[in-house]
């Protein structure tokens, strides 16, 4: 039997709802596929709840789930993830926030905006380097590092004795909301103590902020500063056993999202550096597709996840436009990335099996994640490419279903199903004889 070896295409927030502007079609089943929908047609199809049913989970314990690590046994905060991502080292007794550059007004408390800026490339790594290291008068005992991640985001670690993940953060979750006041989440001393270092964090990021030039600047030019520091998500990191061990794959992860590559680095997974991958609208599609290809032809691995987030951005932005848009340009990546691993199939005495879904649905109505499952589909390259030869062909290891889409996913073979079922699903599918 020859080699199996997995790939598996995550495109985050691809799932929507029916929109007006669309003729009541979602985005998914406007925007040109081909490629999708011939994976669709010579696959299985089915629907995927990430974490559970009725759930609008986040992107961290949808991918844990998805891996094959139960968030509500091993979660504890998506700080962690994204610190670590962004570079930051964290080991234990450290806790660590998902952050955001936002814009305050002092006077009032309130945060005028929850990002201050999304294209902000040039400004984070400098406003992050003046943060990194700040002193905190009354925890002279804790240290503070900062580190850019992505966009508006960068990683915050605390270091220190008797800290604890059971605390809230300070972001209001909406704008034109107050700067919420870090509180325990247990009546614990350590949590008393974390609470108040967080809040006096908090004060001195917006000293340090609204003193820096680069506010200055952007106050002059009629642009919002970005004066406040949204410490959200606190969490430590966690033990979990790597994916080789839980699963016996030797797996690379290229994500340049930084809390997926935190994950990834959790789990034990290679994390790929793709040069213009950049986790925005204007990475490098063409460039990550063909890393994960030339990956997954050599020795070193036989698992491969890459992870694709432009579409979910166009989901939080609510433009429809793009998100169309941008779904058709993974089609067209996918399209180079079958096509190559097809030929590495002539070659080489591998078989490719492929899985195309998504961590959660990201509506453009709703800018925010929502609890609709995605659509899911597992397909042999070697039939997806014998399939976009002959025009629709249909293998005998598919369903009936032809396009990739929510609703044409709902008919497929595979029903409905959690996220904790994807691995097993791909080890059935890909030792099941191939026809």
């Known amino acids: 039997m020859p080699q199996q070896k997995l790939l598996l295409l995550l495109i985050d927030g691809i799932g929507d709802v029916a929109v007006g502007k669309l003729g009541e079609k979602t985005p998914l089943q406007v925007a040109k596929t081909p490629w999708l929908d011939q994976l669709a047609a010579s696959g299985l199809n089915g629907l ?22 139960n968030p509500r046994q091993f979660y504890r905060g998506r700080g962690a993830f994204e610190t670590m991502g962004a570079g930051l080292d964290m080991i234990p007794g450290d806790i660590a926030f998902k952050s955001n550059f936002a814009y305050m007004d002092r006077e009032s408390g309130v945060v005028i905006s929850r990002r201050a ?37 960068c990683g915050v670690r605390v270091r220190g004795p008797g800290l604890t993940d059971t605390i809230t953060g300070t972001d209001p979750l909406k ?35 609204h003193d820096h030039s680069i506010n200055h600047d952007r106050k002059k030019a009629g642009k919002n500063p970005a004066n406040c520091v949204l410490l959200r998500g606190c969490g430590s990191c966690i033990d979990i056993p790597s994916i080789e061990k839980l699963h016996g794959f030797k797996s690379f992860l290229i994500a340049p999202t930084c809390i997926i590559a935190g994950l990834g680095m959790t789990a034990g997974m290679d994390i790929l550096q793709v040069d213009g991958a950049t986790g925005d609208y204007f990475t490098d ?37 793009y998100k169309c848009k941008f779904i058709e340009r993974i089609d067209a990546m996918m399209g180079g990335v079958i096509s190559q691993l097809a030929e590495i199939e002539k070659t080489k005495d591998i078989e490719f099996t492929v899985i195309v879904t ?6 453009v109505l709703y800018g ?32 009936q279903v032809t396009l990739y889409d929510e609703i044409s996913a709902a008919q497929g073979g595979l029903g409905r199903f959690c996220g904790d079922q994807v691995i097993p699903i791909a080890k059935r599918f890909m030792h099941t004889k191939s026809v």
């Open 285 to 321: 599609f063409t460039a990550k597709g063909n890393a994960a290809v030339k990956a997954l032809g050599t020795e070193a691995y036989d698992f491969g996840f890459l992870h694709i987030k432009a579409v979910d951005d166009a989901g939080h932005d609510r433009n429809v436009d």
């Open 175 to 209: 704008d034109g909301r107050l700067l919420v006041n870090c509180e325990p989440t247990e009546p614990t001393k350590e949590a008393d103590m974390t609470s108040r270092l967080v809040n006096e964090l908090s004060d001195v990021f917006y000293n340090v902020l």
């Open 368 to 399: 925010d994640h929502s609890c609709e499952p995605v659509p899911f589909c597992i397909s042999r390259v070697k039939h997806t490419a014998a399939a976009a030869a002959n025009h629709n062909i249909i293998t005998s290891t598919g369903d």
């Open 117 to 153: 800026d999304r294209h902000f490339e040039g400004l984070g790594p400098t406003l992050c380097a003046a943060l990194d290291g700040v002193y905190l008068p009354s925890f002279p005992d804790h240290t503070v590092a900062v580190k850019y991640a992505t966009e508006h985001r």
């Open 358 to 363: 998504s961590d959660h649905s990201t509506p």
């Open 48 to 69: 995927m709840d990430s974490v559970e049913p009725g759930l609008a989970c986040g992107s961290d314990t949808a991918h844990m789930s998805i891996l094959g690590y």
